[in-house]
């Protein structure tokens, strides 16, 4: 099959870009507030990971499944797009997995089995802070750092101080945490605390409690910014968990700024049939 | 008739573990949906639910014995129908359109996942969108909806 160029460029420009772990642009200064500070304002990273692209023939795709492959497509027109993976091996293989006490693995596979079900954000509940990941958009401000999210549950916000100030001690837990931030050199550390625990950190099952603490870390340099995450919890891990980080580029197509976000329902959960997922 | 075709997919794992946009409320396909039992049809839009994880399309199809089945089809997010431009005022109740999707495995009469659409009438005559699952990596490798 070929696929139009134009169409890659496409391509490129959704997917690809937001996950290379860009070469600082040498001749690309990073911008600085009044305070010396770096600016970590600004659109980051793709729109979604959708993309469009057009080809010269039909095509069509296996969808991997848990239940036993069948090569069969509808219309018998295989393609190089036919995806014969599978996704549980695929998890299994994957090696930084959260450092779960051993008398706990049975729950976790447990829930990692019947995630279609019982996975939060599959029921439009918020995915909440780390799983939603780094901010879509940050606006910075004196003493204070704005971060925006878009995730298909729902678009959220998180307003941080960066004044040194401490935690709260009067706040109901919730899915974002209390935030407070700091800067250490030229990296800005974000410290979460205050989780409840309908979040998991990840769809193989990773459920948390509420002693959950996370540390982001946002490190500018040029038109990239570095986002990583280390997460604690002592009531359901032996060690931190170190997640794998990401660099994100800017983003400045206005065609991808942030949109107000379609109302979130599951409306379909009663038809599920077996334990596949993502 | 003009004839016009786009193809847009959505590489949802992709999303997950690349784009600043997560994309993670869907379920698998493969545990709702069956790609062995394909279906197509012709039908009258009736509804649209423009919901995340997943668009819903209602439909009136005419039936060999002169009645009207209802149909109702799951579709990908409405980023994906943002992004490959197909907008929801295109389906204004009373457009015409030939479908293509994959009936539910549970066995539910009438309810299938849209694998593409074909508009037969309204300003978008002629215009075809297909909505998959999956897509190519960098190296225009597959990814699929297993991939971390």
Same mark, same amino acid.
């Given at each position: 099959?070929?696929?139009?160029?134009?169409?890659?460029?496409?391509?490129?420009?959704?997917?690809?870009?937001?996950?290379?772990?860009?070469?600082?642009?040498?001749?690309?200064?990073?911008?600085?507030?009044?305070?010396?500070?770096?600016?970590?304002?600004?659109?980051?990273?793709?729109?979604?990971?959708?993309?469009?692209?057009?080809?010269?023939?039909?095509?069509?795709?296996?969808?991997?499944?848990?239940?036993?492959?069948?090569?069969?497509? !509808?219309?018998?027109?295989?393609?190089?797009?036919?995806?014969?993976?599978?996704?549980?091996?695929?998890?299994?293989?994957?090696?930084?997995?959260?450092?779960?006490? !051993?008398?706990?693995?049975?729950?976790?596979?447990?829930?990692?089995?019947?995630?279609?079900?019982?996975?939060?954000?599959?029921?439009?509940?918020?995915?909440?802070?780390?799983?939603?990941?780094? !901010?879509?958009?940050?606006?910075?401000?004196?003493?204070?750092?704005?971060?925006?999210?878009?995730?298909?549950?729902?678009?959220?916000?998180?307003?941080?101080?960066?004044?040194?100030?401490?935690?709260?001690?009067?706040?109901?837990?919730?899915?974002?945490?209390?935030?407070?931030?700091?800067?250490?050199?030229?990296?800005?550390?974000?410290?979460?605390?205050?989780?409840?625990?309908?979040?998991?950190?990840?769809?193989?099952?990773?459920?948390?409690?509420?002693?959950?603490?996370?540390?982001?870390?946002?490190?500018?340099?040029?038109?990239?910014?570095?986002?990583?995450?280390?997460?604690?919890?002592?009531?359901?891990?032996?060690?931190?968990?170190?997640?794998?980080?990401?660099?994100?580029?800017?983003?400045?197509?206005?065609?991808?700024?942030?949109?107000?976000?379609?109302?979130?329902?599951?409306?379909?959960?009663?038809?599920?049939?077996?334990?596949?997922?993502? | 008739?003009?004839?016009?075709?786009?193809?847009?997919?959505?590489?949802?794992?992709?999303?997950?573990?690349?784009?600043?946009?997560?994309?993670?409320?869907?379920?698998?396909?493969?545990?709702?949906?069956?790609?062995?039992?394909?279906?197509?049809?012709?039908?009258?839009?009736?509804?649209?639910?423009?919901?995340?994880?997943?668009?819903?399309?209602?439909?009136?199809?005419?039936?060999?014995?002169?009645?009207?089945?209802?149909?109702?089809?799951?579709?990908?997010?409405?980023?994906?129908?943002?992004?490959?431009?197909?907008?929801?005022?295109?389906?204004?109740?009373?457009?015409?359109?030939?479908?293509?999707?994959?009936?539910?495995?549970?066995?539910?009469?009438?309810?299938?996942?849209?694998?593409?659409?074909?508009?037969?009438?309204?300003?978008?005559?002629?215009?075809?969108?297909?909505?998959?699952?999956?897509?190519?990596?960098?190296?225009?490798?597959?990814?699929?909806?297993?991939?971390?």
């Amino acid at each position: 099959m070929r696929v139009q160029s134009v169409a890659l460029g496409i391509l490129f420009a959704a997917v690809c870009c937001a996950q290379q772990p860009a070469a600082p642009p040498a001749n690309k200064p990073t911008p600085r507030t009044e305070d010396g500070h770096p600016d970590l304002s600004g659109r980051w990273g793709g729109a979604g990971g959708f993309f469009a692209f057009k080809d010269d023939e039909g095509t069509h795709i296996y969808l991997p499944s848990r239940e036993a492959p069948k090569d069969k497509d !509808p219309d018998g027109k295989l393609r190089r797009y036919y995806l014969q993976v599978d996704g549980d091996k695929q998890r299994a293989a994957n090696p930084n997995k959260p450092p779960y006490k !051993p008398d706990l693995l049975a729950k976790v596979r447990q829930l990692d089995r019947d995630e279609n079900k019982l996975d939060p954000v599959v029921q439009c509940h918020p995915p909440g802070v780390p799983r939603m990941g780094p !901010p879509a958009r940050i606006v910075q401000s004196k003493g204070w750092i704005v971060f925006m999210y878009v995730t298909e549950p729902g678009n959220f916000s998180r307003l941080i101080p960066t004044d040194g100030r401490p935690h709260r001690t009067d706040l109901d837990t919730s899915y974002n945490g209390d935030s407070v931030a700091r800067w250490e050199g030229d990296t800005l550390v974000v410290d979460d605390t205050g989780f409840n625990d309908d979040t998991w950190l990840g769809s193989d099952g990773w459920y948390h409690s509420e002693a959950m603490h996370v540390v982001e870390r946002f490190t500018r340099e040029g038109d990239t910014l570095r986002y990583e995450v280390t997460v604690e919890d002592p009531e359901v891990f032996t060690q931190p968990w170190v997640r794998p980080g990401r660099t994100l580029r800017l983003n400045t197509n206005p065609k991808d700024e942030i949109s107000d976000a379609p109302y979130c329902h599951a409306v379909d959960a009663d038809h599920i049939v077996n334990h596949d997922h993502f | 008739m003009r004839l016009r075709t786009f193809y847009f997919s959505f590489a949802i794992a992709g999303a997950l573990a690349l784009a600043a946009f997560p994309v993670f409320a869907h379920h698998s396909f493969t545990a709702e949906f069956d790609v062995e039992k394909p279906v197509t049809f012709t039908g009258t839009v009736t509804g649209l639910e423009y919901y995340n994880p997943h668009v819903q399309v209602y439909l009136d199809v005419a039936a060999e014995d002169g009645k009207i089945d209802k149909w109702h089809l799951e579709s990908g997010p409405p980023n994906q129908w943002q992004r490959g431009g197909l907008r929801k005022a295109m389906l204004a109740p009373g457009t015409m359109v030939k479908i293509r999707a994959y009936r539910a495995k549970d066995g539910t009469q009438n309810f299938a996942f849209l694998r593409d659409l074909t508009f037969l009438s309204g300003p978008q005559n002629g215009t075809h969108f297909e909505l998959w699952i999956g897509g190519l990596d960098e190296q225009g490798r597959p990814i699929y909806p297993g991939q971390k």
